[in-house]
């Protein structure tokens, strides 16, 4: 597997981090580019690395595409060029994200460069919040949802709490929360219950913390305002605009994976897209058992994702060309 990356400049005080991958012997131009986006408190890391067997990435990279990370504003290795604009749904949904499908159009080697757009978790609702905003010229050929938040119909009491009060939100700012995950994981070995929300740790291999939090990246308070008052409202509003009406107007191939035991995104919240979305070719994946239930991080590296998350997500895609 090959990979190069570049750097594009937003024009709003960042310059973002953007990586390609493919392997010339397997790469099929007859399909079409994929791309990442991450969310919230994550970069693209964890979608090249699996901790016991072959990533996202590199799962699609052997199905022959061409595939694209973008870590937006703040996210990975992405740097300001100076003092840094505000991280907010309007700045990543109206300024980083054309820019992003932009570059992979303009770079892909494939026939058709319309990327299908990957959002995982609040890269899913980034993803939404540009679609509803540029509903007939978003240059994109499809997308996907995994445990990716439209509407807060329901929340897990622990997220409740968490963004209960926008002001609270806002004022709390936490940094260094890389390295008290490194601290966390090798207690949740031990405690598995510690971290269920987001992790089934008796499926995940925790031995090496160090190497899996490298995807774990600090919270902004602005961000953390505008997600509290999403929770409250229910419906998130992007610029002005409802983003679950806006939706209406896009038809666009689209696949929602989300995890049966997910305490981060529940799966009803997960499960919104599907029916804001005027799409006319729609799916829905729920991954997980009562025996291996699936929560938030396990859609990408539990020990059954590839059969369970990433094989279906190949054969949906190359069912699309």
């Excluded at 937003?10 to 969310?39: C, E, H, M, Q, T």
């Excluded at 160090?210 to 902004?220: E, F, I, S």
């Amino acid at each position: 597997m090959e990979r190069e990356r570049a750097w594009l400049y937003n024009g709003d005080g960042w310059r973002l981090d953007v990586k390609r991958y493919w392997d010339r012997a397997r790469l099929d131009p007859s399909k079409r580019p994929v791309l990442f986006i991450p969310g919230y408190g994550m970069n693209t890391f964890i979608l090249a690395h699996h901790p016991r067997g072959t990533s996202l990435v590199q799962y699609l990279v052997e199905a022959g595409y061409e595939v694209f990370t973008a870590n937006l504003r703040a996210q990975g290795d992405s740097q300001p060029t100076g003092v840094p604009s505000r991280v907010g749904f309007r700045e990543v949904c109206l300024v980083d994200l054309p820019k992003v499908v932009g570059h992979v159009r303009n770079v892909s080697v494939a026939r058709d460069p319309a990327p299908t757009a990957v959002g995982c978790s609040l890269g899913g609702t980034y993803l939404f919040g540009y679609l509803a905003h540029h509903p007939t010229t978003h240059g994109l050929g499809g997308l996907i949802g995994m445990g990716a938040p439209l509407r807060w119909t329901t929340m897990h009491p622990l997220m409740r709490v968490a963004f209960r009060s926008p002001r609270l939100a806002s004022a709390v700012r936490v940094s260094g929360v890389r390295g008290m995950a490194r601290v966390a994981l090798p207690v949740a070995r031990r405690i598995p219950g510690l971290l269920s929300l987001y992790m089934n740790t008796d499926h995940i291999d925790l031995s090496d913390p160090a190497t899996l939090t490298q995807t774990v990246d600090d919270p902004h308070p602005y961000l953390n305002l505008q997600i509290a008052r999403w929770a409250h409202n229910r419906d998130l509003m992007v610029a002005g605009l409802d983003v679950t009406r806006g939706l209406g107007q896009v038809d666009l191939p689209f696949l929602g994976i989300y995890a049966n035991g997910d305490g981060i995104v529940p799966p009803e919240v997960a499960r919104s897209a599907k029916d804001a979305l005027g799409s006319q070719d729609s799916t829905l994946l729920e991954v997980g058992d009562e025996r291996v239930w699936f929560a938030h991080a396990d859609m990408f590296i539990n020990d059954h994702a590839e059969p369970w998350v990433f094989e279906p997500m190949v054969r949906w895609l190359d069912a699309r060309g």
